[in-house]
């Protein structure tokens, strides 16, 4: 149980385009998700928290514009990047928590971007 | 505010045996729980253990336990007949009752030497 996908796994684009991600949660409905950003070598960076039926709550620093989140449903999330630059080349990973889940969150298995 | 703090960057063991990586943290709040993730090279984020603070016993999932220490704010993560599987980053993390965000330590490589 607890299972999280994320589409696709791994995405080249132009600079200049958006791309967007999905993340789902696929046995358990997800009230809150969550989108990191991890460096290489690093620990993960909380860029922001979505809540079904209501807006992203965005980290200090995160532009909200440039890093469109939606939660559309319980087990659906989508983090569009638009209009990709060279910097936002990065791993993305989400997650998941479940109503009563004692705060736990459920990854997935991230995003590889790579802009050009 | 919350911190994780994972002092050392890097480990190793040898393969069947025993090693233990430390985690400390600092949170003013009574209501919390503390994790133990693993991420291998595939990058997946797993989850390994986890603790709830008004818990005194020490979690346990086969070959994992900690070592809970709730006043030397302390969670340390013991391994047991370590494995090749086992080689991977281990991240600590905490949250804090009714918070939905985990904060992170730095991470720790663990090497597992055949």
């Known amino acids: 149980g607890a299972v999280v996908s994320q589409h696709p796994s791994w995405v080249i684009c132009k600079s200049g385009t958006s791309v967007k991600i999905e993340c789902r949660s696929l046995?358990?409905?997800?009230?809150?998700m969550f989108w990191y950003r991890q460096f290489p070598k690093q620990s993960l960076m909380l860029m922001a928290t979505?809540?079904?039926?209501?807006?992203?709550?965005?980290e200090q620093g995160v532009e909200k514009d440039k890093f469109l989140i939606n939660h559309a449903s319980l087990t659906l999330s989508t983090l569009t990047v638009t209009s990709a630059h060279p910097e936002d080349s990065s791993f993305y990973i989400c997650?998941?928590?479940?109503?009563?889940?004692?705060?736990?969150?459920?990854f997935g298995p991230g995003t590889r971007l790579l802009v050009l | 505010a919350q911190t994780v703090t994972q002092s050392q960057p890097e480990m190793s063991v040898q393969e069947a045996e025993t090693v233990t990586l430390s985690c400390t943290y600092d949170?003013?709040?009574?209501?919390?729980?503390l994790f133990w993730y693993k991420q291998p090279p595939s990058r997946q984020m797993i989850l390994v253990i986890r603790q709830e603070a008004y818990k005194q016993q020490n979690a346990t999932e086969n070959r994992f336990s900690v070592n809970f220490q709730k006043a030397a704010k302390s969670f340390s993560l013991k391994i047991s007949d370590s494995q090749l599987g086992d080689a991977a980053m281990y991240f600590c993390?905490?949250?804090?009752?009714?918070?939905?965000?985990?904060?992170f330590g730095k991470g720790m490589k663990l090497t597992v030497n055949p």
């Open positions: 046995d358990f409905q997800a009230t809150t």
């Open positions: 993390a905490l949250a804090q009752g009714g918070s939905e965000k985990l904060v």
């Open positions: 949170t003013s709040e009574s209501d919390y729980y």
């Open positions: 979505s809540n079904e039926g209501s807006k992203a709550t965005y």
């Open positions: 997650s998941a928590r479940a109503r009563l889940a004692r705060e736990t969150q459920y």
